[in-house]
């Protein structure tokens, strides 16, 4: 059974930086590719960010592109969103996701419980 489970996010000014965790259990974490999504108010949930299995490979939205990072520590069974240059249009409920394999699905089958980010301007 895959348990995600975020911590950080909270509410930061425009230009501001957060940092977002994601500790997943199991012991097969280093064989997945994890993701970051979010969900704004009145907008469907979108794509983040993706990191494949060895953190290697990384894939963002044009729209956070150049301002957050994905990163994972394997060892910790941990991935992490930093997210820089944060602007008011960030402000959305965010998730990680994982598929519980190597490739990360749109609709991926496992996700966090969430976390807030609310940017003021």
């Known amino acids: 059974q895959m348990q995600l489970v975020q911590s950080g996010g909270g509410l930061v000014q425009a230009g501001g930086s957060l940092r977002l965790s994601c500790e997943a259990s199991g012991r097969s974490f280093s064989s997945y590719a994890m993701g970051w999504f979010r969900q704004a108010p009145g907008k469907e949930r979108g794509f983040v960010a993706g990191?494949?299995?060895?953190?290697?490979?990384?894939s963002y939205a044009n729209s956070v592109k150049g301002r957050f990072t994905i990163s994972r520590d394997n060892a910790k069974n941990t991935v992490y969103l930093q997210m820089n240059s944060l602007k008011p249009e960030d402000t959305a409920v965010y998730y990680c996701?994982?598929?519980?394999?190597?490739?990360?699905?749109?609709?991926?089958?496992?996700w966090g419980q969430g976390t807030q980010v609310t940017v003021s301007s």
């Open positions: 996701a994982t598929d519980g394999r190597g490739v990360l699905a749109t609709t991926p089958g496992y």
């Open positions: 990191i494949n299995p060895s953190g290697a490979g990384t």
